[in-house]
């Protein structure tokens, strides 16, 4: 099964909560940044811009500003909230690459 809609849900949910939240939406209204997620054997992409993610893609973007490597299971499981972002990432559950700062606003991606 692919993982597509999952991140898509998770994206959806992502802006809801943005554009209903003040505080949430000034935290992240001046970031642009693209973000590159890896799972097994699928790839996808999206840009944070203007406190709203878009261009969600089934490719990598070149130079992105965050990489995430994962397991389609891992992936569930942080969105469902049973796996915690800080827990995966210690426990190497997930790979991240990309700037602290970025990390840290790319935790809200998963609250």
């Known amino acids: 099964m692919s993982a597509k809609p999952l991140i898509q849900h998770a994206i959806d949910k992502f802006n809801r909560k ?3 939240n003040k505080e949430a939406r ?3 209204e001046l970031l642009t940044k693209t973000v590159n ?26 130079n992105a500003d965050i990489s995430i490597a994962t ?3 891992n ?3 942080l969105i469902d909230g049973t796996l915690r972002p800080m827990r995966a990432y210690v426990t190497k559950k997930i790979i991240a690459k990309g700037n602290i ?7 809200k991606f998963f609250d």
């Open 18 to 20: 943005i554009s209903e």
């Open 71 to 73: 397991t389609v299971e």
């Open 26 to 28: 000034d935290d992240v």
């Open 75 to 77: 992936l569930k499981k």
């Open 37 to 62: 997620i890896s799972l097994d054997d699928e790839v996808y992409s999206f840009k944070l811009e203007k406190a709203e993610i878009t261009d969600f893609k089934s490719v990598l973007l070149d």
């Open 101 to 107: 700062q970025d990390l840290l606003h790319l935790k």
